[in-house]
């Protein structure tokens, strides 16, 4: 159903950003559906103690209803109203990474509505590292269920243009707040036992939460599709561009002969990498999404990358693969989930 989508744009918090920020509260807390921002991709949110409000998401980005969602907080402080319990480990990572791109898998607590942990007793708690997101939680003061702001299977959005193009006509309201910082969602990692694991790689690298908690786990079923994940939104696919992504890996002479090689059957392609490699190639349809020496860059930009090629003028894109490493190792999971071949230089 066609709606109207209001549309505010704020850029600092002066009387007219709170004012937007009210009316946005004003929406979420009559079970309305509002995209904001935050330090990592556009968030679809909803009042998190309302299973009619949360119903609303799972519908507005046609989401599979066994993928849970994970609930925002202003402050840390809160983190004990809505959870069983707060382990050990999530107290080191909720002391040494929040607000920041991390969300931590708890004991859920009957605080928050069934839907959004679809099932699962546990809840994945995140405070985000924004102003505009961490106003808008305060003005709410409930917490606040949140995927990605893009229709399933989509690329996250990384500004507000993307959720428009995704959601508009579907939710009540989108607050711009220009384009993300982080780039990559959050890491989440399941803190229910002794041990760390990482569920999704994300903002927060390994190396860093390495270095708070000792040993860290990462869940093996992040790599085998096979077995039930413990992060299920890890299962479906996932950042698809509007084209088929392949990945290429190997020198920028075997990536040429990859452009020339389709080319030559009569295909446009279209490529997506770092400024180093683009600007080696000979190819007319290109996307630069950063800079190879600063992988946090590559992040900033991957999602837009993968957005920004149009079936009118790409029947294909061939993408960069990045070390795996720091962040980028969440850079590589979402480039490996879209893409549908891996061409590797023997
Ligand atoms: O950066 C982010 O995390 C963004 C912003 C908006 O906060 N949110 C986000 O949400 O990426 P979403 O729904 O697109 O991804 C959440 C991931 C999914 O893979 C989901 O399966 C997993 O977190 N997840 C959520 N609750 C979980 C739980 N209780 N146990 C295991 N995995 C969970
Ligand atoms: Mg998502």
């Known amino acids: 159903m066609e709606r109207q989508t209001k549309y505010w744009i704020i850029r600092e918090l002066d009387q007219k950003g709170q004012q937007a920020i009210e009316m946005a509260a004003t929406l979420l807390k009559q079970q309305e559906l509002i995209a904001f921002p935050t330090e990592t991709v556009y968030g679809l949110g909803a009042d998190a103690t309302s299973e009619v409000a949360v119903a609303k998401i799972f519908a507005a980005k046609d989401r599979p209803a066994d993928n849970p969602l994970i609930v925002h907080l202003a402050d840390a402080e809160q983190i004990p109203n809505y959870v069983k ?16 791109p991390i969300t931590v898998i708890l004991p859920s607590s009957e605080a928050i509505a069934m839907n959004v942990t679809a099932g699962l007793n546990t809840v994945g708690i995140r405070i985000p590292d924004h102003p505009i997101a961490r106003a808008l939680l305060r003005a709410v003061n409930l917490p606040i269920a949140a995927p990605s702001a893009n229709t399933s299977g989509r690329p996250s959005p990384t500004s507000a243009i993307h959720v428009f193009h995704d959601l508009n006509g579907k939710i009540a309201g989108i607050v711009d707040s220009a384009a993300t910082e982080v780039g990559v969602e959050s890491t989440v990692v399941d803190c229910t036992s002794d041990v760390p694991i990482i569920l999704r790689p994300g903002g927060i690298t390994r190396e860093q939460i390495e270095d708070v908690t000792g040993v860290v786990t990462v869940d093996s079923t992040m790599d085998q599709q096979t077995d039930k994940p413990k992060a299920p939104g890890m299962k479906y696919t996932h950042y698809e561009p509007d084209m088929p992504l392949w990945l290429v890996d190997g020198t920028s002479d075997f990536f040429q002969q990859q452009v020339n090689r389709l080319s030559t059957q009569g295909l446009k392609v279209g490529v997506m990498g770092s400024e180093e490699l683009i600007s080696k190639l000979h190819v007319s349809n290109s996307s630069i999404c950063g800079s ?55």
């Open 85 to 100: 319990q707060v382990t050990p480990i999530a107290k080191k990572l909720i002391h040494a990474f929040m607000p920041g």
């Open 292 to 346: 190879k020496l600063n992988l946090d860059t590559i992040a900033v930009r991957l999602y837009d990358s993968l957005r920004s090629f149009k079936t009118n003028d790409t029947d294909i894109i061939l993408g960069e693969v990045f070390p795996n490493e720091g962040i980028g190792q969440a850079i590589m999971n979402r480039l490996e989930k879209a893409a549908s071949k891996i061409i590797k230089q023997s």
